[in-house]
Nanobody
Framework: QVQLVESGGGLVQPGGSLRLSCAAS????????MGWYRQAPGKQRELVAG???????NYADSVKGRFTISRDNAKNTMYLEMNSLKPEDTAVYYC??????????????WGQGTQVTVSS
């Protein structure tokens, strides 16, 4: 089995910062593309940032220049550094990863989500 566990969410004031982590565990052979998504109440889930195994990144226009995605392949962990947070960044943040395991071909896995609330 493969699991993704997010951490680092919370309540922060506008202009503040948070760092999210996503740790993958289980019978992992290799992790390919990873990404952070978010879903605000009443809205569809959207891609925030993505990163390839080699480190190529892409961002939603709404977070460019404020968020930074990174990964540590040795630790099977992905990060999202969020700066200059705005109330519109409030959402549940999910990590996603395409993973080859010892018992299955490449599958897409999701974490359970972590709440980020930006409010004064």
């Amino acid at each position: 089995q493969v699991q993704l566990v997010e951490s680092g969410g919370g309540l922060v004031q506008p202009g503040g910062s948070l760092r999210l982590s996503c740790a993958a565990s289980g019978s992992i052979v290799s992790i390919y593309n990873m990404g952070w998504y978010r879903q605000a109440p009443g809205k569809q889930r959207e891609l925030v940032a993505g990163i390839s195994r080699g480190g190529s990144v892409n961002y939603a226009d709404s977070v460019k220049g404020r968020f930074t995605i990174s990964r540590d392949n040795a630790k099977n962990t992905m990060y999202l550094e969020m700066n200059s947070l705005k109330p519109e960044d409030t959402a549940v943040y999910y990590c996603n990863a395409w993973i080859a395991s010892t018992i299955a071909a490449i599958n897409s896995y999701w974490g359970q989500g972590t709440q980020v609330t930006v409010s004064s």
